[in-house]
């Protein structure tokens, strides 16, 4: 079995910075891409930004210049840094993995989410 768990949401006033983790723990032997997406009450979920397990990296228009996505290969954990929030940016942040279980099962897992407000 594998999760996906997120951690780092909350509420942030306008301008200020948020770091989200989320860890995948389980039954893994390897970690292709990994993702955050985000969902706004009312609107389909979309893509923030994406990392290739050599670290390349992929964002929507959106956050270009204000978020940053890493990770660390070792633990299986992928990190999302949001600088210069606005209120637009609030939404359910969720945590994506293409990854191989150890019986070699390809798989796309989802965490359950994180909440980010972004209010005065």
């Known amino acids: 079995q594998v999760q996906l768990v997120e951690s780092g949401g909350g509420l942030v006033q306008p301008g200020g910075s948020l770091r989200l983790s989320c860890a995948a723990s389980g039954s893994i032997f390897w970690v292709n891409d990994m993702s955050w997406y985000r969902q706004a009450p009312g609107k389909q979920r979309e893509l923030v930004a994406t990392?290739?397990?050599?670290?390349?990296?992929n964002y929507a228009d959106s956050v270009k210049g204000r978020f940053s996505i890493s990770r660390d290969n070792a633990k299986n954990t992928v990190y999302l840094q949001m600088n210069s929030l606005k209120p637009e940016d609030a939404a359910v942040y969720y945590c994506?993995?293409?990854?191989?279980?150890?019986?070699?099962?390809?798989?796309?897992?989802w965490g359950k989410g994180t909440l980010v407000t972004v209010s005065s």
């Open positions: 994506n993995a293409e990854l191989y279980e150890r019986s070699f099962r390809k798989g796309d897992y």
């Open positions: 990392i290739t397990r050599d670290g390349n990296t």
